[in-house]
T-cell receptor
């Protein structure tokens, strides 16, 4: 069964550094998403992406964040200048229509 | 405001006992509700969605619009059901999922 994959599984970075989190959605899916989960808190929506553009974003998704689909398979989340509070588990998801399928997550630690 | 409430952080039951994980939502329109499960060190996996009215691994959930609830039930819990369970709401206007805080189900032998 096809699955969403994410790399890296863990990333440690210094405050102020840029990070890029990578996702490979399920191949025939058209909708892509990023969510994050700060330790001990709920899973929160960040952004959705369809037809090569952002379709919706949350208040969390400020100018420090960007998403891209650089080729036919990858979907990336970039954080330009990381802050301590960006430390979280970041989940990518994709969907064909209604149901979203999640990747295993990338645990980001900002020191 | 759109919101999902899972009032129990932890639910501990014995093997063979019935389980009910509570989920209430707040949304004025026509909701789509989902249950996701996360086993230890694994990804979020779809367990149920209300529109398909299916039973997966013995779990069922009925959407009650009057009570704005979508409780997850299983008549006889198994040890392998131990996991984190998240209720999620998708509103008609967007595709984003709004998650509850999750309930950790611990099934004791």
């Amino acid at each position: 069964e096809p699955e969403v994959t994410q790399t890296p599984s863990h990333q440690v970075t210094q405050m102020g550094q840029e990070v890029i989190l990578r996702c490979v959605p399920i191949s025939n899916h058209l909708y892509f998403y990023w969510y994050r989960q700060i330790l001990g808190q709920k899973v929160e929506f960040l952004v959705s992406f369809y037809n090569n553009e952002i379709s919706e974003k949350s208040e969390i998704f400020d100018d420090q964040f960007s998403v891209e689909r650089p080729d036919g398979s990858n979907f990336t989340l970039k954080i330009r200048s990381t802050k301590l509070e960006d430390s979280a588990m970041y989940f990518c998801a994709s969907s064909e229509a209604r149901t979203q399928y999640f990747g295993p997550g990338t645990r980001l630690l900002v020191l | 405001a759109q919101r999902v409430t899972q009032p129990e952080k932890l639910l501990s039951v014995f093997k063979g006992a019935p389980v009910e994980l509570k989920c209430n939502y707040s949304y004025s329109g026509s909701p789509e509700l989902f249950w996701y499960v996360q086993y230890s060190r694994q990804r979020l996996q779809l367990l149920l969605r209300h529109i398909s009215r299916e039973s997966i691994k013995g779990f069922t959930a009925d959407l009650n619009k009057g009570e704005t609830s979508f409780h997850l039930k299983k008549p006889f819990a198994q040890e392998e059901d131990s996991a984190m369970y998240y209720c999620a709401l998708k509103t008609g206007a967007t595709n984003k999922l709004i998650f509850g805080t999750g309930t950790l189900l611990a099934v004791q032998p």
